[in-house]
């Protein structure tokens, strides 16, 4: 899986793909929530004298919650802490720090640029819709005003239905499914873009989506829906080994900063902003 870093160098040209609606997800890509989320793990951790390194992270990452827990702890056989236990004790943390995460750099640049030039977007994310009011609602007034209702969380009864009863979470890609279709009125269809049950109007309707995510299984569930990824990792993913059967993005960039809206066919950003 590729993992170049992207330059803006010289002068950009709609190269990569004519976009019409983007898809973002949430922890780690909008907010800088995933340093919580890795501060408070290595917190519980610690007595024990463990510590969540980046290869175990890069697997639990954009996995729904117990999921993401059970892939933790499956590391850690030999110490006496159940799952319960540790979602009990990593929630009551999280729950007093969400209200103090901040925007990533770029993002309140491009869901502005988005919005004024009412190019549709919405938010894919595995977190469940009562932590997402605690890590937004401060930043109400700034950004998330403009997604209105346009946000499917890992909870959600759509979702649900979408898995046949159950969430599935990334790498399937029924989130950003959902959100294309249900929150974005684009004519998508279900499952994934490799199956044959996906039509060729389908398949194109999907190639207008963009996603933009931070961890591996998004990117996964981006390319397995059909539509482009840009992949924002953290530093530490870049030192992971990863399989060569991975999908590989469709661009890497140290930073939503670096992102060149006339690359993928949307509008510049003026001059002045």
Known sequence: MTRDMATTSGGPTPTRGKIEYVIFDLDGLMIDSERIYTDVTNQILAEYGKEMTWDIKAGLMGKPEKDAAMHLLSFFPDIPLSLHTYLTTRDKIQ????????????????????????????????TRRSNFALKTSHLEKEIFW?????????????????????????????????????????KVGRGEVAEGSVGDEEKTERAKGLVFEDAIPG????????????????????????SDSLHPPDQTLKSVEQFVPEEWGLPPYPPSS
């Open 95 to 126: 729950n007093e720090l969400w209200p103090t995460v901040q925007p990533l750099p770029g993002i309140p640049r491009l869901i502005s640029h988005l919005h004024a030039n009412s190019i549709p977007f919405a938010i894919a994310t595995g």
């Open 146 to 186: 403009m997604f209105g209702e346009r946000v499917i969380c890992g909870d959600d009864d759509m979702l649900i239905k979408e898995g046949g009863g159950r969430v599935r979470g990334k790498p399937h890609p029924d989130i950003f499914l959902v959100a294309a279709r249900d929150l974005l009125d684009r």
């Open 219 to 242: 990117v996964q569930a981006g390319k397995a829906a059909g539509m482009h990824v840009v992949w924002v990792p953290d530093s530490g993913l870049l030192n992971v080994e990863y």
